[in-house]
């Protein structure tokens, strides 16, 4: 069943904000950010060594090339979370694998 259309005129940028409002389309876009706030969030050194991000079902798989940062990076794995979460804008990471 359609929604009611609405009557009256609205600014485009409240039609935007709706339309990325549902939550099946906003999920996509939170989701279509985490690439880049790992690299933002964790700085161009780890950037570099990352092979792979990928993420599926609130867990972001990080691929890296050194075993020295990887061991670095999972003793501070909560911290990585809460600053992913924080620059993506909405609690979708739950939980960090490093490989």
């Not at 279509?32 to 706030?37: F, N, V």
């Not at 792979?52 to 911290?79: D, Y």
């Amino acid at each position: 069943m359609k929604p009611p259309r609405k009557q009256s005129a609205q600014p485009l940028a409240e039609i935007i904000r709706e339309i990325i409002g549902a939550p099946r389309l906003s999920q996509g876009i939170y989701k279509s950010r985490i690439p880049a706030a790992w690299e933002a969030v964790m700085g161009k050194p780890v950037a570099r060594v990352t092979r792979s991000v990928f993420f599926r079902n609130g867990v972001l798989f990080v691929s890296l090339n050194s075993s020295t940062i990887r061991g670095e990076l999972l003793m501070h794995r909560t911290k990585i979370i809460q600053s992913l979460n924080e620059h993506i804008g909405r609690p979708i990471v739950t939980e960090l694998v490093l490989k």
